[in-house]
């Protein structure tokens, strides 16, 4: 038992969990994950569980799209979000937050506590849970169980390049830093068949054996959702939510994610030009991204004026409601060099929030999240896009509409946080697997 200086007395804890993530008030479904992996990790026998992640002005300095601060949701008490500062001055341009998140990952990994630590984002999260580990076992009693999830920009921005660019050094290192974890898993089968094929393009460059090491030690762990915050939605908060923001009941088609080029806002803003969807409903643009700029002149060009409303400030409390109350739900994303949807979390989201059908693409890992649930329609084909937009607005029956919002929300129920948790951790203790 410690004792604190107020004369409490406290428990020392028994088991940790230490997710390394870029987390809250970063845009981004992986942060969202780590939260559902936090909460659950509460009432499976952890009790002490933290998510070390970057000081807000480093997340502001990159350019990341934030939600706003004053409205992220707090997490349950038994969690800490650790943001370690900077270690050094000027003369470390680059290192300084990485010295100090991994300098309080030895901290953490070291003092006997039994540790799993698990990284979302190969770069630089499962390096510095590695370099970390390294660290502890030298000078303390470490027990410590590495779980490492690769994400699918972790293969288009970091390996692939890599390959591309001829820069072996930087692909090995990551790719090593990723098979010396104790578990390895990626979101989606898509994600660990582009991260197989990458290494198979550095062996045959390189004379290296990543891509059979991958195919033996890569396993599937889906991104965890919070079910009950979509399933416990009542008709009274959908209707104050939509009342806040000046909209009604299937009065508008939603898009809700990063405003990008590659989630193709702009095929979806040049679909709705001139459908007779239009004529009907709005159109909701809400997320924040580097075209936000791009995207507003756009809607102007078109001469579509209030009938497209752009949302930069949604949080996670409105969300729900925002997706429970549209006409339909339109994630037109396209393969572009540096990103692939490789799973796809808003849409199992809005197919737990229930509402219209959801239009998507078939890119990367978007079947596995939506199943045969949602209406497909090829990439970067607006006029596709409009058809199929026109077809579930106007012509779609009650009937129709209620029938697919069951199939979507039946399907993806298997990405529940608890159930994810469950599969996830009890593989958490895996033989150690040498790498090449």
Request: glycine content about 8%; charged content about 20%; hydrophobic content about 45%.
């Amino acid at each position: 038992m410690n004792t604190a200086d107020d004369g409490l007395v406290q428990s020392v804890p028994t088991r940790r969990l230490v997710i390394v993530v870029r987390a809250d008030p970063v845009i981004c479904g992986h942060s969202g994950e780590a939260r559902c992996l936090a909460e659950v990790a509460l009432t499976r026998g952890f009790d002490d569980v933290r998510i070390v992640t970057w000081p807000l002005d480093a997340l502001e300095a990159a350019g990341l799209p934030l939600k706003p601060l004053d409205r992220v949701l707090p997490y349950s008490p038994g969690i800490t979000v650790e943001r370690p500062g900077p270690i050094g001055d000027y003369r470390v341009p680059d290192g300084r937050y990485l010295s100090g998140l991994v300098g309080r990952l030895v901290e953490l990994f070291s003092d006997g506590i039994p540790t799993v630590a698990m990284s979302l984002y190969l770069s630089p999260h499962a390096v510095a849970v590695h370099e970390a580990v390294q660290v502890a076992r030298r000078i303390g009693p470490a027990q410590v169980v590495t779980v490492a999830e690769a994400v699918g920009s972790d293969i288009t921005n970091v390996v692939r390049e890599c390959v591309d660019t001829g820069r072996f050094g930087a692909a090995a290192h990551i790719l090593s830093v990723y098979l010396a974890a104790d578990r390895c898993v990626a979101v989606s089968e898509y994600t660990r068949d582009l991260i197989v094929a990458s290494a198979a393009i550095l062996d045959g460059m390189h004379g290296t054996s990543f891509a059979q090491l991958c195919r033996e030690r890569i396993g599937i762990s889906y991104p965890a959702v919070d079910s009950w915050s979509y399933l416990s939605l009542t008709e009274d908060q959908i209707a104050e939510t939509l009342a806040r923001r000046g909209l009604s009941r299937d009065g508008y088609v939603l898009f809700l994610s990063r405003i990008a080029s590659a989630k193709g806002v702009d095929d979806l803003i040049d679909a709705y030009a001139g459908s007779r969807s239009a004529e009907r409903v709005r159109l909701v643009l809400a997320g924040r991204g580097p075209q936000e700029d791009e995207v507003v002149a756009r809607v102007a060009a078109a001469g579509l004026g209030e009938r497209v409303l752009v949302l930069t400030d949604v949080d996670d409390a409105e969300k729900p409601a925002l997706m429970a109350g549209s006409a339909a739900f339109v994630l037109p994303t396209r393969e572009q060099p540096e990103f692939v949807e490789t799973f796809g979390i808003a849409l199992v989201e809005k197919a737990l929030a229930g509402g219209g059908p959801t239009i998507t693409c078939a890119t990367g890992g978007v079947p596995e999240a939506v199943g045969d649930t949602a209406l497909l329609v090829p990439q970067r084909d607006p006029a596709a896009l409009r058809t199929v937009l026109d077809e579930v607005v106007c012509d779609w029956t009650p009937d129709q509409r209620s029938e697919a919002e069951q199939r979507a929300r039946s399907y993806a129920l298997q990405f529940d946080r608890a159930a994810v948790f469950d599969r996830l951790f009890t593989l958490t203790t895996p033989p150690a697997v040498p790498v090449a």
